[in-house]
């Protein structure tokens, strides 16, 4: 009788199968070089930089803002109207001349009438000199508005940026996740038909091949989840960054552009964070408001010159000629306590808007703060998650061979199976924050940009418009031909 031959579990090509094909994750540092096609991190916020419409929008406004300024400047210069009227007129009048010794002696009567058609042209020219210095105190503030709305802008573009930098490692996660589990259910699977095939040849019981349904089952569902997870990801993608994600490259944390230390992030974050520094330029608008309140107080002095030609102003009165020159003093002596309240309002929000400074810097540290310790964190947990995967790799490696000698169940097989996977699973989620970590404390310190970045998109510069507006006296067109 020959010897029997003793068919061992399939544990090593399966093992060599799970290791071979599941992704250790989203590696921060790509190994091999990137291929043509691929989307870069870079690529991608230089699109959202573009093509953002919430961006796009958020420049409109400043352009908006620097209107300002010229209207403020036009307190400076002369106001200048022209005037017509024509119409149709009769007249009906009686004249009397009393008598009047040695000239008309008796006296005299005699009458107009008739129909004219009086008509009028003239100009008037106003400018005003002093008004309690309001107009360089609005342009002021007209200038410290177009300084914090520049602000603003810089706090939208590290909105958007931020946004598209999680949304990219979003999908990267999301997808390098689905590809565990799907390669987790294909293990799976061959290890049901391998229990199966065991069963059949009486190795193993009923409970054995429950075992691995069940732990495929729950695969599948995870499966489906991660599927539906990358799908509403990539929704958002195309949301934020304007197309739909193709071919993600591994992506590289940024925090070597950041301070170095805590302290050095908080000093710089509390300084440049474009909050604090439009909380401040909100300050300034305040002051000046208060500034402008008062100026209604003071006396005003304007110049007007007046040029009018009449025809037939009156039936005995053919033509009229008038031009004039005046200086106007008015000073306010009482207008009902109005400007006084509003110079007690003006005060108060001045008072609010430096509180407010207060509130943006110690919730500006707060972000640094939590942004440091999320990223010290995110480097932590991807060197524990390698050591785990390591450690899950080479625990399922000993647990299949202890199998073998008939020391381990089934079940211990599929738990050592499933141990690896959330080992990679974590090794995904820490390398996806440690980068997104990286960007927030960029954010957190003010120095999210496409400069910063340099990222391959041209830099929008807000000081353009602003020269073209600034000094334009007329026109209704705008500089981009609207």
């Known amino acids: 009788m020959a010897p029997r031959v003793r068919r061992s579990p399939p544990w090593g090509r399966i093992s060599r199968a799970l290791a071979a094909a599941v992704p250790v994750g989203i590696a921060l540092i790509a190994a091999a070089p990137r291929e043509a096609s691929a989307e870069t991190i870079e690529a991608a916020l230089a699109r959202a930089y573009e093509d953002n419409p919430q961006l796009n929008a958020q420049r409109a406004i400043v352009r908006q803002t620097d209107e300002g300024v010229p209207q403020a400047l036009s307190g400076y210069r002369p106001t200048i109207t022209a005037n017509a009227t024509v119409g149709r007129e009769y007249t009906d009048t009686k004249n009397i001349i009393p008598p009047t010794p040695g000239l008309v002696p008796n006296g005299a009567a005699f009458a107009d009438r008739g129909l004219t058609t009086p008509y009028s042209v003239g100009a008037t020219a106003s400018e005003t000199f002093y008004n309690g210095e309001q ?251 390698e050591r785990q995967n390591d450690a899950a790799a080479r625990a399922l490696t000993g647990v299949r061979n202890e199998a073998l000698a008939g020391q381990r169940t089934t079940q211990d097989v599929l738990n050592a199976e499933q141990a690896l996977v959330n080992a990679r699973q974590n090794l995904i989620v820490a390398q996806h924050d440690r980068v997104v970590a990286s960007y927030s404390l960029l954010a957190a310190v003010g120095r999210l940009s496409a400069s910063e970045l340099g990222l391959p998109v041209p830099v929008y510069d807000p000081m353009v418009h602003y020269q073209q507006v600034r000094d334009s006296w007329i026109g209704v067109r705008t500089p981009s031909g609207q």
């Open 135 to 385: 107009n360089a105190n609005k342009v002021r503030a007209a200038e410290s508005k177009v300084s914090a709305a520049r602000e603003t802008l810089r706090v939208m573009e590290q909105s958007v940026l931020l946004a598209a930098a999680t949304i990219y490692m979003d999908v990267s996660r999301d997808g390098a996740n689905l590809e565990v589990q799907q390669n987790n259910v294909r293990v799976l699977e061959r290890t049901l038909q391998d229990t199966r095939n065991r069963f059949a040849a009486g190795q193993v019981t009923t409970t054995d091949v429950a075992q691995s349904e069940a732990q495929l089952a729950a695969a599948e569902s995870t499966m489906h989840a991660a599927e539906s997870t990358l799908m509403t990801t990539r929704a958002n993608y195309r949301r934020i960054i304007g197309v739909e994600p193709a071919n993600l490259a591994p992506a590289t944390a940024v925090d070597r552009l950041a301070p170095s230390t805590l302290n050095a992030a908080i000093a710089v974050g509390t300084a440049q964070n474009p909050n604090v520094v439009a909380a401040v330029y909100g300050v300034d608008v305040a002051a000046l408001q208060v500034k402008i309140a008062e100026g209604a107080l003071w006396p005003t002095l304007t110049g007007q010159y007046n040029v009018q030609q009449q025809i037939f102003p009156a039936i005995a009165n053919p033509k009229l000629y008038t031009d004039s020159v005046m200086l106007n003093l008015s000073v306010p002596l009482y207008q009902g306590g109005a400007e006084y309240s509003n110079i007690r309002s003006n005060k108060e929000n001045l008072d609010q808007q430096r509180l407010d400074v207060d509130q943006v810097r110690d919730q500006t540290r707060a972000d640094v703060v939590q942004a440091w310790g999320q990223l010290q964190a995110a480097k932590a947990q991807i060197e524990a998650a």
